[in-house]
């Protein structure tokens, strides 16, 4: 990260509508958080960035006050889509919370596809599509879905593009 994409993530202590955390990670933690996502973790923490990971929450199928208040008050969500990410409904509901702090707050939203391919996503297709027959029948299953393919269209990052 480069000084200017560090200040415009961080911004100003001093601004008067501060949030508690520059950065909040979303992530499915059976496929990435001891690796890629505690590496990013780390790669942030050293940049003084504070950041948001979930490793004290009890997970359930919906996402609780205290992660919402936590995706609310941060400055930058970064999501990272992983082979089994929609495979819980959790790890989506983060996505609409994000999705919705974007359109309402402003929130800058980064994706990175970490051993899942955006048109997985986008189309609900392969591991996308196997979780969402599990989700079939839950009444946020449409929302989700609009919100993969929102997410997608977004700007992101693909871990088969970088070191």
């Not at 508690?20 to 890629?36: K, P, Q, Y």
């Not at 490793?55 to 936590?70: H, N, V, W, Y």
């Not at 996505?95 to 899942?116: D, N, P, T, W």
């Not at 979780?131 to 449409?142: L, N, P, S, T």
Request: aromatic fraction near 10%; glycine fraction near 4%.
């Amino acid at each position: 990260m480069d000084e200017q994409q560090r200040i415009s993530i961080v911004g100003s202590s001093s601004n008067s509508c501060s949030k508690n955390h520059d950065i909040f990670l979303s992530f499915r933690g059976e496929d990435t958080r001891w690796n890629f996502t505690s590496h990013l973790y780390e790669a942030l923490n050293k940049e003084k960035v504070k950041t948001y990971i979930d490793d004290q929450l009890e997970k359930g199928d919906e996402i609780s006050p205290a992660l919402t208040k936590a995706i609310k008050d941060s400055r930058v969500s970064i999501v990272i889509f992983s082979k089994n990410y929609a495979s819980l409904k959790w790890c989506l509901g983060e996505l609409s919370q994000i999705l919705e702090c974007r359109k309402k707050r402003g929130q800058i939203v980064i994706h990175v596809f970490y051993m899942a391919y955006p048109s997985d996503v986008r189309k609900q297709t392969g591991s996308y599509e196997e979780a969402f027959v599990k989700h079939e029948g839950d009444r946020m299953c449409k929302q989700w879905k609009d919100d993969l393919t929102k997410a997608v269209n977004l700007a992101r990052y693909h871990s088969e593009n970088y070191r």
